[in-house]
């Protein structure tokens, strides 16, 4: 046991420190040791904290040389779905780091001493004792919240709300702290020192007489790392009285957000209740960025006006210039299909083994980042899928022959295999073919990025909309659309506490994505095909289209088949999403010249009601009612 043993002062000292984090903790400590547990509990109480005790058997030398984990690991994820803290008095030394936080939440683990495992990145959320204080990690060290001014200018702050929320046109929102709820362009909630972040939060606060918070997630969905880590400085700031109860709002594209809040809060037991605000951001970021319709140049390229978002504000001249701006045109296309993407996610990467395997990947336009890193992933699930069919196939005679009468899937069943039935067999399968048809693809490319005619992806997936980008659409009949966001549960698990990501290779092959509590947001990639007048296959959530439609869009039904926007199975979506791209890939010119005709109002539709300039909040109702001085 290599554990300190810790004075009465330095238990002091600790709950002087875990305080600056948060205020609701779990202190893990060993059976037959509960002293020192419940003297810090005291103490925590005393600080007007929250404050439980779990006691754990002491892990035995048997246990050791059998590869046992602690069993205080098992309690952990429970614990961390609702705690701001986790203080383990326990050994620490054979804890794996890499397994207490990845990331997904806001709970801060601290240790009395270190394990013997290497410390991995997790989130930046693991603390050591030193003898004296808690020693921070060299992450957090380099990591520090963005200034105010820039923030705003960024952001656009408020200037984006209130096109988004008209009914604040007029609303001073000089009172409202803007933040950002994703810190860095590594989207790593926890490299914040939460401790110096508050204290700084609090000058702010008290210097410009604020009286409300809003915390910025405009650009991403309602994800585990932001949303966490912005509910518990939120807590701390109403805790100890900084912020009111009701003064805090959260700003997200996430168009089902305040529905998973509300789940969430659940399972978190939050002390404070934010407001979910929730955005078509992506929206109004296309037409801002959309050069090639909203940017009128008069003849000087280098000059021009912008035509407002507000249809109230425009001009006679700027509604006509909209009206023309893109010709909707039937005419036959060199290539077939336009992709932009950038991160190799799960179903990006299947599709394009689709269009590998039939040979079609040349008949259209697909961007793809891979490297190394990607390259050594792949080639991890790769093996992982293998080591997984190998298992099942040595444990239930039968597979191995694919004579599925023979298999004992009762005992599949029972013994929580990751294939259960025939088709997960096949499916599983499929799915490591695809990965090798991807692998030896860019192994042959020397890992190099698929691109366009650019030098980099981040090129190759563009977000302004100009005339260079106009070719590729003028060249294509349809778009490949892959949306963030594709698994219908990214929580994932038999507990439904468990709020953390899970990756295996059966489908969720999805490169580091983020936790996500469910929800759904439409981005850029979406909107440009509406833009340039061009139908779309959408690879995204089950449901995406018919939640698109009750905005106010029509998609393709009829000429398209989008019975995948029905199939919730992710694995199965994504077959019946590459068969249809397959059959539209095989299309003759006369064949898409009759689509055209089909399409040509579903395409004029929904250019005119991108160009409407509509409300584009969600929720709440009337923002007014949670903004206004108090």
């Not at 893990?28 to 002293?35: H, P, Q, S």
């Not at 008069?298 to 912008?306: A, E, F, K, V, W």
């Not at 008949?363 to 099942?392: F, N, P, R």
């Not at 490319?445 to 698929?450: E, G, I, Q, V, Y």
């Amino acid at each position: 046991m290599s554990k300190p043993t810790l004075s009465s002062a330095q238990l002091i000292t600790i709950a002087d420190e875990l305080i600056l984090f948060g205020t609701k903790f779990v202190i893990v400590g060993d059976e037959g040791d509960e002293t020192q547990a419940q003297e810090l509990q005291t103490l925590l109480y005393e600080r007007d904290c929250l404050a439980v005790t779990s006691y754990w058997p002491v892990i035995t030398e048997q246990e050791l040389q059998e590869d046992e984990l602690p069993k205080h690991m098992s309690g952990f994820v429970t614990y961390e779905t609702w705690a701001h803290g986790c203080l383990f008095l326990t050994d620490f030394t054979h804890f794996e780091p890499g397994d207490l936080n990845n990331g997904q939440n806001a709970c801060v683990t601290f240790s009395l001493n270190n394990s013997k495992n290497p410390i991995v990145e997790t989130g930046c959320c693991h603390m050591i004792w030193n003898g004296t204080g808690f020693a921070t990690p060299d992450t957090w060290k380099s990591c520090t919240r963005p200034d105010t001014e820039q923030l705003k200018f960024d952001q656009v702050w408020p200037g984006r709300i209130q096109a988004m929320y008209p009914e604040t046109a007029q609303v001073d929102f000089s009172h409202i702290l803007p933040l950002p709820a994703i810190p860095d362009n590594n989207h790593n909630m926890l490299r914040w020192i939460r401790s110096v972040e508050f204290e700084n939060i609090v000058a702010e606060i008290k210097q410009f007489n604020y009286t409300h918070i809003a915390w910025l997630s405009l650009d991403e969905g309602l994800q585990a790392p932001f949303v966490s880590n912005a509910q518990v400085l939120s807590d701390m700031l109403v805790h100890h009285g900084h912020i009111k109860q009701g003064n805090v709002l959260y700003f997200t594209a996430d168009e089902c957000a305040e529905k998973l809040y509300e789940n969430l809060m659940c399972i978190t037991k939050p002390l404070t209740k934010m407001k979910m605000c929730s955005t078509r951001s992506f929206e109004y970021n296309t037409w801002a960025m959309a050069d090639i319709i909203t940017l009128v140049h008069d003849g000087d390229p280098n000059l021009g006006t912008r035509i407002p978002f507000n249809k109230a504000d425009r001009t006679k001249e700027e509604e006509d210039h909209l009206k023309h701006a893109i010709t909707f045109s039937n005419a036959p296309r060199p290539k077939t299909f336009l992709s932009f993407n950038r991160m190799p996610r799960g179903p990006r990467v299947g599709v394009l083994a689709s269009l590998i395997s039939t040979s079609k990947l040349d008949t259209g336009y697909y961007s793809l980042c891979w490297d190394d890193e990607h390259q050594d992933t792949c080639d991890m699930l790769v093996d992982i899928a293998k080591e997984e069919l190998a298992s099942m196939e040595e444990k239930l005679p039968g597979i191995a022959t694919r004579e599925w009468a023979k298999v004992d899937w009762a005992r599949a069943e029972v013994d929580n295999m990751p294939m259960r039935e025939p088709v997960d067999v096949e499916r599983h399968i499929n799915i490591l073919n695809e990965m090798e048809v991807v692998q030896e693809f860019f192994k042959a490319r020397n890992n190099k990025s698929l691109v366009l005619d650019s030098e980099t992806v981040m090129e190759d997936n563009p977000v302004n909309s100009t005339e260079q980008l106009t070719q590729y659409y003028k060249d294509t009949y349809y778009s490949i659309v892959h949306e963030s966001m594709f698994y219908s549960d990214q929580q994932h698990g038999d507990d439904p506490n468990n709020i953390r990501a899970h990756t295996n290779s059966q489908g969720r092959w999805n490169f580091d994505m983020y936790g996500s509590f469910g929800g759904n947001f439409f981005s850029e990639k979406l909107f440009k095909p509406m833009l340039f007048k061009q139908p779309f296959i959408f690879a995204g959530r089950p449901h995406s289209l018919k939640l698109l439609q009750a905005s106010g869009y029509k998609t393709f039904n009829g000429v398209f088949d989008e019975s995948y926007d029905e199939e919730e199975n992710d694995i199965e979506r994504l077959w019946m999403i590459n068969e249809e791209i397959h059959r539209l890939n095989n299309f003759s010119a006369n064949e898409w010249r009759e689509a055209y005709t089909n399409v040509q109002y579903v395409v004029e539709h929904n250019y005119n009601h991108f160009c409407s300039g509509r409300r584009l909040a969600v929720t709440p109702d009337n923002l007014n009612k949670y903004i206004l001085r108090t």
